[in-house]
């Protein structure tokens, strides 16, 4: 990074900048031309309805005997003789 001190060396630095930017610019207005004639993908398979869901599980007690199987049986083979 320069330090500019004296007025010269500011307007140098400025000049500096305004040509990079410049290039900059000129650079970004081509690659806005080439993504414009880039082809477009179809991403309509990728539609996910709003409404849903896809990390909820539906099915609770298939989930729990996958998942937890003997530690549920275990925990719950007593819950009805409370009753």
Request: hydrophobic share 30%; net charge positive; aromatic share 12%.
């Amino acid at each position: 990074m320069t330090i500019a001190t004296t007025y010269d060396q500011r307007m140098a630095l400025i000049k500096q900048i305004a040509e990079r930017r410049k290039k900059m610019a000129e650079i970004k207005k081509k690659t806005r031309k080439v993504r414009a004639q880039a082809p477009k993908v179809d991403r309509s398979f990728m539609d996910i309805p709003k409404e849903s869901n896809i990390y909820q599980y539906t099915d609770a007690s298939k989930y729990a005997k996958e998942y937890y199987g003997e530690t549920m049986y275990e925990t719950t083979r007593y819950d009805n003789d409370w009753d």
